[in-house]
């Protein structure tokens, strides 16, 4: 472990003495911890150019700026510019985060490099979680979140300078909000917002326009009216990013290059491809644990099975270890684990024990964590993949890019020199893409078409994307935003329905199933499938005990399918938690009673914690937007109806053969092994998933009355009949 003075490594301490002595004792530990932050701050790369940098910001409305992995620039840049004056007339600098976990951990260390309390001065908000005040000067958020708060703002007014941080990684968010924050500057930097067309009887919009009438209309304005507008400062930041396309793109901005990085990462190649990568990660684990001095260790896979497979096989061979040996504890860290138990990766493990972190790409950029000297890189990642002529998406597993491998060897080396062991050979790497594919390339639409609705974007085709979408994939998403009526017949965002929808934070489809729900009186059972289906594998089967948990699993199947059985899940989860309320109060015992639950029942503990978290996160937008939390009770066909008026897009019909034609893109699928229909087989079903392995799989299914289609989605239906 490293040997700062952190009280991070610190359980072995002890310190002596009364409770006045016990208090000078935290008193110079706190001391010391900031002197030696402090000392580290001046080492980074970027502190020899800080006034250089804040030069550039202030004579460039657009900056890019290009870094070592751990130079400083996520931590740093906000703190310089703060400093140097940007947040004056109580202004924000806001710095965006593909991922939720790196915008929570930077903004705590920045809080605390800045000795102030989170949520004051520095401070992040990610969806579902805000921490920040009125105070707050350096504000840290998902670039998800900052497209949210362009709906109720639409000239981000209250922003100086906005950071795009990682923006190599491309997300669809990302690059939506590019577009956005062109237009955002481009007007702001114009002097005069006219107010003309302002409408009454649509008080909500109105047209800003400037000199060379070029206009941009955006919807909710009001809360800008009077806003006093100034210019807004634009930085793309990365340690991989292609400098030159961003420039092209932002209209020929300058780029920096931030040279050096603070501690050397060594970068080791295996001499054969690696067959088995999970079985590779597990050898080098163990090789690193008993041939390498100390450190923690980060290993990337690519998804929650592999990461559960992995802790499985880690600890039974953990047992095998010669006796003496340190152990090994292992911490899992991916998007669908709820966040404070992604927080487990960042705390330290017992004094003597080595940290392995198991983490998919969630852990790949930005992040520091304490600790990690060694980084394990197969070279493997789970990615999404679009088509949109079937309407098939699918998680495919792919080679990184160059630009993800330089990331997660930069994963270590950040407080001190590391190794990087990357499970193929050398000549490998020359082969990857410099840069991952633009998620929006390779995504369903629909959500960000609504979004972009939303905001006041009407053009979507027209829309200054930095790599347009396909034609057909937008033509798609508008067609299915019509047919689910969140769109007009001229395409407008229809009020209430898709202004609605936008509002929630959801797939377009499932946010309608959620409004419906209301009418259908099924709103707690929707929540609860809305919820369960945002989370990976409730079921749990291991290998070992596959008889035992498919008896487990058959307790809570319904024959009307896997939605039902679903709700039966989460149902039977609540009673064990109210019992336990009902014997005693403290939550770790209810939990643990829980987790017991789980294991008696095969259910996947994680998933299941997950899944409450998102049931109570959507539970409070529907309670906000009216909706009624009312239950069909045992009437499931209620509930099914709803799920056919929601779903009908999705909807598959058996064929004369015993596959199944799917109605919207007509092609043949198969019930996916792991649905309750799978034996049974009804004549027309309605799913979820769409899936390519090595068959066209539909997963999540109920059955349904043929009859239900052109009955309760007419405006589909009825015209193919
Ligand atoms: N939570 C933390 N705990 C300990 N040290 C940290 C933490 N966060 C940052 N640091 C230190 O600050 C350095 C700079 O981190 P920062 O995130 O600013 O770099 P960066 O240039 O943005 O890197 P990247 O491109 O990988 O995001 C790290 O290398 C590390 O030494």
């Given at each position: 472990m490293p040997s700062f003075p952190n009280g991070i490594s610190s359980e072995g301490q002890k310190s002596g003495g009364g409770k006045l002595a016990q208090g000078d004792h935290k008193a110079q530990q706190a001391l010391a911890r900031r002197q030696w932050i402090l000392e580290q701050r001046k080492s980074l790369p970027i502190a020899s150019v800080e006034r250089r940098i804040v030069d550039e910001v202030r004579k460039n409305e657009t900056l890019i700026i290009v870094g070592?992995?751990?130079?400083?620039?996520?931590?740093?840049?906000?703190?310089?510019?703060?400093?140097?004056?940007?947040?004056?007339?109580?202004?924000?600098?806001?710095?965006?985060?593909?991922?939720?976990?790196?915008?929570?951990?930077?903004?705590?260390?920045?809080?605390?490099?800045?000795?102030?309390?989170?949520?004051?001065?520095?401070?992040?908000?990610?969806?579902?979680?805000?921490?920040?005040?009125?105070?707050?000067?350096?504000?840290?958020?998902?670039?998800?979140?900052?497209?949210?708060?362009?709906l109720l703002d639409p000239y981000l007014s209250r922003y100086n300078v906005i950071i795009v941080d990682e923006a190599h990684e491309r997300t669809v968010h990302t690059d939506v909000l590019l577009g956005l924050l062109k237009n955002v500057q481009f007007a702001r930097s114009r002097s005069t917002i006219k107010q003309h067309n302002f409408d009454n009887a649509n008080a909500n919009k109105y047209v800003v326009s400037d000199k060379e009438d070029k206009t941009q209309s955006f919807s909710t304005l009001r809360a800008c009216q009077g806003a006093k507008l100034t210019s807004l400062k634009l930085i793309i930041m990365s340690a991989s990013l292609d400098a030159r396309g961003f420039s092209e793109y932002l209209g020929g901005a300058k780029a920096v290059h931030i040279q050096g990085r603070q501690h050397p990462v060594?970068?080791?190649?295996?001499?054969?491809?690696?067959?088995?990568?999970?079985?590779?990660?597990?050898?080098t684990i163990f090789q690193i644990h008993l041939e390498e001095g100390p450190g923690d260790i980060l290993a990337f896979l690519t998804g929650q099975e592999e990461i559960e497979a992995v802790e499985r096989l880690v600890h039974e061979r953990g047992h095998?270890?010669?006796?003496?040996?340190?152990?090994?504890?292992?911490?899992?860290?991916?998007?669908?684990?709820?966040?404070?138990?992604?927080?487990?990766?960042?705390?330290p493990v017992p004094y003597g024990f080595r940290k392995v972190i198991l983490a998919t790409n969630i852990a790949e950029t930005s992040v520091t964590i304490p600790g990690i000297k060694y980084v394990i890189d197969p070279g493997l990642v789970k990615a999404r993949s679009y088509n949109p002529v079937t309407g098939m998406e699918s998680l495919i597993i792919i080679p990184t890019s160059k630009a993800q491998a330089l990331q997660r060897s930069g994963r270590a080396g950040r407080e001190g020199p590391g190794k990087c062991f990357r499970l193929y050979p050398e000549s490998e790497f020359g082969k990857l893409v410099d840069s991952t594919v633009p998620e929006i390339k390779r995504c369903n639409l629909s959500n960000v078409v609504l979004q972009l609705k939303a905001l006041g974007v009407d053009d979507i085709i027209g829309f200054d994307?930095?790599?347009k979408p396909s034609r057909m994939a937008i033509v798609k998403s508008l067609e299915q935003l019509l047919l689910l009526g969140a769109l007009t017949?001229?395409?407008?965002?229809?009020?209430?329905?898709?202004?609605?929808?936008?509002?929630?934070?959801?797939?377009?489809?499932?946010?309608?199933?959620?409004?419906?729900?209301?009418?259908f009186k099924c709103m707690e059972e929707m929540?609860?499938?809305?919820?369960?289906?945002?989370?990976?594998?409730?079921?749990?089967f291991p290998r070992e005990k596959m008889e035992e948990a498919k008896a487990a699993r058959k307790r809570f199947s319904s024959p009307e399918g896997d939605h039902i059985s679903l709700v039966n899940v989460y149902r039977a989860s609540a009673e064990c938690l109210e019992k336990s309320r009902e014997a005693t109060s403290k939550e770790k015992t209810i939990e643990k009673a829980l987790n017991k639950w789980c294991r008696e029942n095969f259910i996947n503990y994680r998933s299941l914690r997950h899944a409450r978290d998102v049931h109570s996160q959507i539970q409070g937008h529907v309670q906000q937007m009216g909706l009624s939390l009312s239950s069909c009770g045992d009437d499931m066909l209620q509930f099914r109806r709803c799920l056919t008026t929601s779903f009908f897009l999705n909807a598959a019909l058996k064929?004369?053969?015993?596959?199944?034609?799917?109605?919207?893109?007509?092609?043949?699928?198969?019930?996916?092994?792991?649905?309750?229909?799978?034996?049974?087989?009804?004549?027309?079903?309605?799913?979820?998933?769409?899936?390519?392995?090595?068959?066209?799989?539909?997963?999540?299914?109920?059955?349904?009355?043929?009859?239900?289609?052109?009955?309760?989605?007419?405006?589909?239906?009825?015209?193919?009949?």
């Open positions: 070592e992995t751990g130079s400083g620039k996520t931590t740093q840049l906000p703190q310089f510019l703060y400093n140097a004056g940007f947040c004056k007339d109580g202004k924000v600098i806001g710095i965006t985060q593909p991922r939720r976990v790196a915008a929570v951990t930077v903004a705590k260390r920045v809080a605390e490099e800045c000795n102030v309390e989170l949520g004051q001065k520095v401070g992040y908000s990610i969806r579902f979680e805000d921490v920040t005040s009125s105070s707050t000067r350096i504000k840290y958020m998902t670039d998800g979140l900052l497209l949210r708060e362009a060594d970068i080791l190649y295996t001499y054969q491809p690696e067959p088995d990568y999970i079985d590779a990660t597990l050898i095998q270890l010669p006796e003496g040996s340190q152990q090994i504890i292992t911490v899992p860290i991916y998007s669908s684990l709820p966040s404070e138990q992604q927080m487990n990766a960042f705390k994307f930095m790599e017949d001229d395409y407008k965002l229809s009020d209430p329905i898709g202004c609605q929808m936008a509002r929630l934070p959801l797939d377009p489809m499932y946010s309608k199933a959620l409004i419906l729900a209301g009418e929540l609860i499938v809305v919820a369960m289906l945002s989370v990976e594998s409730i079921f749990y064929q004369p053969d015993g596959s199944y034609r799917a109605m919207s893109s007509s092609q043949t699928v198969q019930i996916h092994p792991s649905s309750v229909l799978f034996r049974t087989r009804p004549e027309c079903i309605i799913f979820n998933e769409l899936v390519r392995t090595n068959q066209n799989y539909v997963r999540n299914l109920t059955r349904v009355d043929p009859l239900w289609l052109p009955e309760l989605a007419p405006q589909y239906y009825a015209a193919e009949n």
